[in-house]
């Protein structure tokens, strides 16, 4: 929403502007900006609630929020918003309906939902496929970097070398794709250790004790007379 000014140049009003982003220290969804119509759209379609901030209030989802809910919330908050007449700015990692960029975008979308699923692991067993999912031979995360990272320094080594420059830079990549790898191994093993663990339940608490029964063979002393 906007007016045209003297100059032709139009003026906004903040309050017409929404941005829904991830905060990158907390990883929660959050949206600034916009008026009580605005916070009703965010409460109803996206589940957020209002928050106190240094700047003014705010609005946010749960912390407890699964990844994939985070994003359906904040893409359904954003259309309605949009419908409303709002001007919307939705990180484009939350929005379940964008495909520009997809392949990095889920990519991105991959590494927080397995974060999540790291944060939330009950039992040695969950942390396990976790890491599973980090150090796998192959098909690994730590596996298919450490190609990249071979794929960037054997080829640029060989450029420099034919170029009669020394690859120091090259050299200290490769030692360095060197220490991943070692890494990887160990991360893999701790894996392997983690998958055989028991699963460990917590033990019944035992019933509280009653009071003995006392046996009187007489009147106390202090019975009421």
């Known amino acids: 929403m906007s007016t045209p000014t003297a100059d032709g140049e139009p003026r906004f009003s903040v309050l017409d502007y929404i941005t829904i982003t991830r905060d990158p220290r907390t990883q929660l969804v ?14 109803t379609l996206g589940g957020f609630v209002s928050a106190p901030g240094p700047g003014g209030p705010y609005h946010r989802q749960p912390h407890d929020l699964p990844v994939d809910q985070q994003r359906q919330g904040a893409t359904a908050a954003a259309h309605g918003l949009l419908l409303a007449g709002f001007s919307v700015h939705l990180d484009p990692s939350l929005n379940t309906l964008a495909t520009p960029g997809g392949d990095r975008q889920a990519a991105l979308r991959y590494l927080d939902e397995l974060a999540e699923r790291a944060r939330q692991a009950s039992d040695d067993r969950e942390v396990a496929a976790v890491l599973t999912e980090i150090a796998a031979p192959h098909d690994g995360l730590l596996h298919r970097l450490t190609q990249t990272l071979i794929a960037t320094w054997a080829p640029w080594t060989h450029r420099l070398e034919a170029a009669g420059q020394k690859p120091a830079l090259a050299e200290q990549l490769m030692n360095a794709t060197s220490r991943l790898s070692s890494h990887a191994r160990v991360i893999e093993k701790i894996r392997d250790q983690a998958a055989v663990q028991p699963t460990r339940t917590a033990p019944a608490s035992a019933p509280p004790a009653l009071p003995a029964a006392r046996h009187r063979t007489g009147r106390s002393p202090h019975a009421l007379r």
């Open 30 to 43: 959050v949206a600034v900006g916009g008026d009580n119509r605005a916070a009703g759209i965010l409460q």
